[in-house]
């Protein structure tokens, strides 16, 4: 039987993709879980510029491939699957060919499905660790590099690198971010964790935060953040919550996934007494 680490604890949890999976690991350690999905991952409305970006992945345009997220890669897949099943085995083909970027060990997961790695790993998982590695391998000039944006993100900081260094880039959003629990529901879960009633709220995702602070009232979100503890998955996400002048507590240290974020709770609050 799982020890109780976390009984009495009531933790928010805004994650949507592997929500159950999340609630269950925090569950099955006696934790109180308040699930509130706050962001819908969906595929792009329109899959035509998907696809067009897809067949000149095909035709072998590129030589450098920048993977941001391991849901970007498989919303490719899907997209390819869901439209034109007869670009997989190029596509897949071309993927082996051509250097791949990795942000973080997600989108490396998602190769490793495929039987592949990257080529260049970041050391540290966020737009400057990838920017980093890049600088430190060198060679972009003449370049031919696509990118894999987080959602529709435009990543200007990636993109002037990039462009600064002579390679020509290329951009494919194969998924959109979208509102999931309703504004009320947001408000609700703001008003408890203002009331001291959440112990902690563990982001997963940038969205997550940014639409925390688009529902509002600022004074709320203010109130509810100076009550709870604030984990974080990586960096990415406390970057996004250094934006709004929050430090999150609680975050894995070299291993950004979900158990490891769970450890981290369990090492920062442990069970209630």
């Given at each position: ?39 819908a991952i969906?595929?792009?409305?329109d899959p ?97 590099v696509a ?127």
């Open positions: 039987m799982q020890e109780q680490t976390l009984i009495g604890r009531s933790i928010a949890v805004p994650e949507t993709r592997e929500l159950d999976v999340f609630a269950s690991m925090l569950e099955r350690r006696g934790a109180k879980v308040l699930r509130c999905p706050l962001i969906l595929d792009a409305p035509a510029p998907i696809l067009a970006w897809i067949r000149r992945f095909n035709a072998g345009e590129f030589q450098d491939l920048v993977l941001l997220t391991g849901e970007g890669l498989r919303r490719l897949l899907r997209c390819i699957d869901l439209n034109a099943v007869e670009l997989r085995e190029p596509f897949v083909q071309q993927l082996a060919r051509v250097r791949k970027i990795t942000r973080g060990p997600k989108p490396a997961r998602a190769l490793r499905e495929l039987g592949l790695k990257p080529e260049i790993a970041a050391e540290t998982p966020t737009t400057e660790g990838v920017i980093a590695s890049l600088r430190a391998a060198g060679g972009l000039e003449g370049r031919a990118v894999q944006l987080y959602g529709t993100e435009p990543n200007r900081p990636l993109m002037d690198f990039l462009e600064s260094s002579g390679a020509t880039v290329s951009t494919v959003a194969p998924y959109v971010y979208a509102d999931e629990a309703d504004d009320d529901a947001v408000r609700e879960l703001l008003s408890k964790m203002a009331a001291g009633e959440v112990d902690v709220i563990a982001f997963t995702s940038t969205p997550q935060v940014e639409r925390l602070f688009s529902v509002g009232p600022a004074d709320l979100v203010k109130a509810a953040l100076e009550r709870t503890q604030i984990a974080a998955i990586g960096p990415v996400v406390a970057d996004a919550l250094a934006r709004h002048q929050i430090t999150p507590r609680l975050m894995p240290q070299d291993s950004f996934f979900m158990k490891p974020l769970t450890s981290a709770i369990e090492d920062g609050v442990g069970p209630k007494t």
